[in-house]
């Protein structure tokens, strides 16, 4: 990761053009920052005076998740069986003392500036252009970094494509800007930056980024907020598969499938919690089928944990493509693509499962299997073999 940062870092980087621009309201100012050729060691001197390239650089890397089961269950108070893998978000910020804070991603071709200080204001954060400041300034906001500096950002997730690459990044952020206490601490404060930004979404993503644990699926229940660790086998590998259909939340329909939970909610209570028995109250046939893969899904997930304790990975598999089934059929979040990458996952000998992970409407399919059983370079679209491995570290540097 370190060398895929400063690989990325020889790529453009040199003297840094500024142009500025403000934001319609007139309350925050994003400064576009744009990179140009040469070496990064010109870059660095250009933003950070003589002083502050002796202060205390510091880096972190969020890692990405990749959900086994349990979707939708989160903000429903349910279970999932998440876990952190090796594909991830670094971010190194190098203190300089100004009141701002640049940020540069090889994502953009574009840095951006803002200002310390931030509101935790939707109407400030959530209206940001270029569109990825908004997640960024969501995390000044919480976290409160108290000294400006530049931050740079590599990434091995594709973004948009369900591994949660904004809690990887929120993570990683959170960490370098000082934020401390438990993984539940940092998650609350990822989680309520990417509310600021615009999207009504659960803990499970940066709780899973912060205190994921290698070698372990973290099960969590939402109604408690608690997390218990399930090793993985051996003998069981991890594959996922990006479907190439990439999208941001804010532009799907997840705040709609939010809202749809808590009005059946009104009705039965918080849906992670029901009983399938408490499903036939619901008279609305949408907002049944929408409860039903809740309460369902919460029920596979003590299941998949449950076989993966027991070495039955056949029973897991099954689970999971049960998932999808629910998922696609009863909560409506597939994909035409998704499916057909499931079906061609699971027609491999040697997959135990496969389901679509995470907020679905595009994004990866995981996969269950044998060691070995799928051969990645064969697969239509980019896919990965993944390992557990811990949530999100920061180291500091003198430089
Ligand atoms: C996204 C959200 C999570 C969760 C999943 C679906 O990844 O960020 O909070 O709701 O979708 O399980």
């Given at each position: 990761m370190v060398a895929a940062l400063s690989a990325a870092g020889q790529m453009r980087q040199s003297a840094l053009e500024e142009t500025s621009a403000t934001i319609p309201d007139g309350r925050v100012t994003v400064a576009p920052r744009v990179y140009s050729s040469g070496c990064r060691r010109m870059a660095d001197r250009a933003a950070a005076p003589e002083g502050a390239r002796m202060s205390l650089a510091r880096r972190a890397t969020g890692p990405g998740r990749v959900n086994l089961i349990g979707d939708h269950t989160d903000y429903n108070r349910g279970l999932a069986l998440p876990i952190a893998i090796d594909l991830g978000t670094t971010v190194e910020f190098t203190p300089t003392g100004s009141s701002g804070i640049t940020f540069f991603s090889t994502l953009h071709r574009q840095g951006i500036t803002l200002p310390l200080?931030?509101?935790?204001?939707p109407e400030v954060v959530g209206t940001l252009?270029?569109?990825?400041?908004r997640l960024v300034a969501g995390v000044i906001a919480t976290v409160g970094p108290e000294i400006g500096g530049v931050c740079r950002i590599v990434t091995t997730l594709p973004v948009?494509?369900?591994?949660s690459s904004s809690a990887a990044l929120a993570t990683a952020l959170a960490k370098v800007f000082g934020a401390t206490g438990s993984p539940m601490a940092v998650a609350k404060l990822c989680q309520q930056a990417e509310n600021l930004s615009g999207v009504p979404v659960g803990i499970m993503d940066p709780l899973v980024c912060a205190g994921g644990r290698a070698g372990s699926a973290s099960l969590i229940d939402?109604?408690?907020l608690s997390v218990e660790y399930v090793p993985i086998p051996g003998s069981a590998e991890i594959v996922v598969v990006d479907s190439g259909q990439h999208r941001t939340?804010?532009?799907?329909k997840y705040a709609v499938r939010v809202a749809e939970c808590e009005a059946a909610a009104e009705t039965i209570g918080p849906l992670g919690l029901a009983?399938?028995?408490?499903?036939?109250?619901?008279?609305?046939p949408l907002l049944l089928k929408r409860a039903r893969h809740v309460a369902s899904e919460c029920r596979r997930v003590r299941q998949v944990a449950e076989a993966l304790v027991s070495g039955h990975l056949w029973a897991a598999g099954t689970y999971m493509t049960e998932s999808h089934r629910s998922l696609a059929?009863?909560?409506?979040?597939?994909?035409p693509g998704l499916d057909s990458l499931v079906d061609h996952l699971r027609s491999?000998?040697?997959?135990y499962g496969a389901r679509m992970t995470?907020?679905?409407?595009?994004g990866s399919v995981v996969a269950l299997s044998r060691?070995?059983?799928?051969?990645?370079?064969?697969?239509?679209t980019p896919a990965w073999r993944v390992t557990a491995t811990d949530g999100t570290a920061v180291n500091h540097d003198r430089r």
């Amino acid at each position: 990761m370190v060398a895929a940062l400063s690989a990325a870092g020889q790529m453009r980087q040199s003297a840094l053009e500024e142009t500025s621009a403000t934001i319609p309201d007139g309350r925050v100012t994003v400064a576009p920052r744009v990179y140009s050729s040469g070496c990064r060691r010109m870059a660095d001197r250009a933003a950070a005076p003589e002083g502050a390239r002796m202060s205390l650089a510091r880096r972190a890397t969020g890692p990405g998740r990749v959900n086994l089961i349990g979707d939708h269950t989160d903000y429903n108070r349910g279970l999932a069986l998440p876990i952190a893998i090796d594909l991830g978000t670094t971010v190194e910020f190098t203190p300089t003392g100004s009141s701002g804070i640049t940020f540069f991603s090889t994502l953009h071709r574009q840095g951006i500036t803002l200002p310390l200080g931030l509101p935790p204001d939707p109407e400030v954060v959530g209206t940001l252009e270029p569109s990825w400041a908004r997640l960024v300034a969501g995390v000044i906001a919480t976290v409160g970094p108290e000294i400006g500096g530049v931050c740079r950002i590599v990434t091995t997730l594709p973004v948009g494509a369900g591994l949660s690459s904004s809690a990887a990044l929120a993570t990683a952020l959170a960490k370098v800007f000082g934020a401390t206490g438990s993984p539940m601490a940092v998650a609350k404060l990822c989680q309520q930056a990417e509310n600021l930004s615009g999207v009504p979404v659960g803990i499970m993503d940066p709780l899973v980024c912060a205190g994921g644990r290698a070698g372990s699926a973290s099960l969590i229940d939402f109604s408690t907020l608690s997390v218990e660790y399930v090793p993985i086998p051996g003998s069981a590998e991890i594959v996922v598969v990006d479907s190439g259909q990439h999208r941001t939340l804010r532009d799907t329909k997840y705040a709609v499938r939010v809202a749809e939970c808590e009005a059946a909610a009104e009705t039965i209570g918080p849906l992670g919690l029901a009983h399938e028995s408490d499903l036939a109250q619901l008279r609305d046939p949408l907002l049944l089928k929408r409860a039903r893969h809740v309460a369902s899904e919460c029920r596979r997930v003590r299941q998949v944990a449950e076989a993966l304790v027991s070495g039955h990975l056949w029973a897991a598999g099954t689970y999971m493509t049960e998932s999808h089934r629910s998922l696609a059929e009863d909560f409506g979040v597939s994909t035409p693509g998704l499916d057909s990458l499931v079906d061609h996952l699971r027609s491999i000998d040697g997959v135990y499962g496969a389901r679509m992970t995470g907020a679905g409407f595009g994004g990866s399919v995981v996969a269950l299997s044998r060691t070995g059983a799928i051969d990645v370079a064969s697969l239509p679209t980019p896919a990965w073999r993944v390992t557990a491995t811990d949530g999100t570290a920061v180291n500091h540097d003198r430089r």
